[in-house]
């Protein structure tokens, strides 16, 4: 399984960004569990958004409190990706950014919290200047 981010970039408090997650070796086809997470200097790694689907084109997303209602995640147009629309972007969202992939999923419906990646990207910078 490969992940690929793309979109990450510089932009000014309050604009946006869509980050997109590219995956090969792993399909979309059966049910999977994805996410974002993000990392920013001297901090630990924190889920973003997760996206679960649960079977007869059913999906569940996931959001940490800190982007709800900013942030949306959902597939792509392009097969096997997922994307991560940012707006209102804040300072304190600067970060490095994963895309991340738990397959198997172990659960039927995965929240962010019980996202448990077993692949990961390498990431894209995000900076949000104030």
């Known amino acids: 399984v490969q992940l690929v981010e793309s979109g990450g970039g510089l932009v000014q408090a309050g604009g946006s960004l869509t980050l997109s997650c590219a995956a090969s070796?792993?399909?979309?086809?059966?049910?999977?569990?994805i996410g974002w997470f993000r990392q920013a200097p001297g901090k630990e790694r924190e889920g973003v958004s997760s996206?679960?689907?649960?079977?007869?084109?059913?999906?569940?997303?996931d959001y940490a409190d800190s982007v709800k209602g900013r942030f949306t995640i959902y597939e792509g147009d392009t097969k096997n990706t997922v994307n991560l629309q940012m707006t209102n972007l804040k300072p304190e969202d600067t970060a490095v950014y994963y895309c991340?992939?738990?397959?198997?999923?172990?659960?039927?419906?995965?929240?962010?919290?019980?996202?448990?990646?077993?692949?990961w990207g390498q990431g894209t910078q995000v900076t949000v200047s104030s």
């Open positions: 996206f679960s689907t649960t079977g007869g084109g059913r999906f569940f997303a």
């Open positions: 070796g792993f399909t979309f086809e059966h049910d999977h569990a």
């Open positions: 991340a992939v738990e397959d198997p999923p172990r659960f039927r419906t995965t929240t962010l919290r019980d996202l448990d990646p077993n692949y």
